[in-house]
């Protein structure tokens, strides 16, 4: 499967913004999928993940309710909205999959070297 991540861009504090991951090449419901990010000088981590049911989700401990993964089959994309954003939240964002379905949401976020597939990243810079 290759990943296209896009929608970055420049927010205020305390804004919005959706992010967005098309998948191509397979369909999103054979994998567990995720969103990552990478700031300068720091290791990637997950942020939202997605089990192969769509109840299971994890979110980072620290993000409180802030952010939201999401999914749409049909048109075999990936979503994190995020709200309430904070300048620590600036990083590139990535979206990544793996074909385990037997991963939980939790195992995938907490693990980014099993991520399978990775997408190209899109850039967020929280500022005023």
């Known amino acids: 499967v290759q990943l296209q991540a896009s929608g970055g861009g420049l927010v205020q504090p305390g804004g919005s913004l959706k992010i967005s991951c098309l998948a191509s090449?397979?369909?999103?419901?054979?994998?567990?999928i995720g969103w990552f990010r990478q700031a300068p000088g720091k290791e990637r981590k997950g942020v939202a993940c997605?089990?192969?049911?769509?109840?299971?989700?994890d979110y980072e401990d620290s993000l409180a309710g802030r952010f939201t993964i999401s999914r749409d089959l049909a048109k075999n994309m990936v979503y994190l909205q995020m709200d309430k954003v904070k300048p620590e939240d600036s990083a590139v964002y990535y979206c990544?999959?793996?074909?385990?379905?037997?991963?939980?949401?939790?195992?995938?976020?907490?693990?980014?070297?099993?991520?399978?597939?990775w997408g190209k990243g899109t850039q967020v810079t929280v500022s005023s």
């Open positions: 997605m089990g192969n049911r769509e109840v299971d989700t």
């Open positions: 090449g397979n369909t999103l419901d054979h994998y567990v």
């Open positions: 990544g999959v793996s074909p385990r379905t037997d991963y939980s949401a939790f195992f995938f976020c907490a693990r980014p070297y099993i991520v399978d597939s």
